[in-house]
Nanobody, 123 residues
Framework: VQLQASGGGLVQAGGSLRLSCPFS????????MGWFRQRPGMEREFVAR????????DYADSVKDRFTISRDYTKNTVYLQMNNLQPEDTAVYYC?????????????????WGQGTQVTVSS
């Protein structure tokens, strides 16, 4: 399984970005997809996941109602739409995948990772 996040950049507070993560090496419907981030000086943290079971989504409280995870099976790509970005959202964002239907939010519960993409939000 190979993942590669892209779409990061510099944006002003209140702006939006959409991250993309193409998926290859397996059938995407068999995997739960997730997004994590690592803010400066902090550990990697859970942001969002979309389960392979009925597409159920879960979000960290800090991003709920601002971020949306989705996937396009025709393009084998998972997305993270980020709206109303704030300086505290500045981080390296990673996409991840796992065969479990509801992997725990800890990074160690996820088996497949893509390279990160930097998101910087200026105030």
């Amino acid at each position: 399984v190979q993942l590669q996040a892209s779409g990061g950049g510099l944006v002003q507070a209140g702006g939006s970005l959409r991250l993309s993560c193409p998926f290859s090496g397996g059938h995407p419907s068999l995997y739960t997809m997730g997004w994590f981030r690592q803010r400066p000086g902090m550990e990697r943290e859970f942001v969002a996941r979309q389960s392979r079971i009925q597409g159920r989504t879960d979000y960290a409280d800090s991003v709920k109602d601002r971020f949306t995870i989705s996937r396009d099976y025709t393009k084998n790509t998972v997305y993270l739409q980020m709206n109303n970005l704030q300086p505290e959202d500045t981080a390296v964002y990673y996409c991840a995948a796992d065969r479990a239907p509801f992997p725990a939010s800890g990074p160690s519960s996820w088996n497949y990772w893509g390279q990160g993409t930097q998101v910087t939000v200026s105030s």
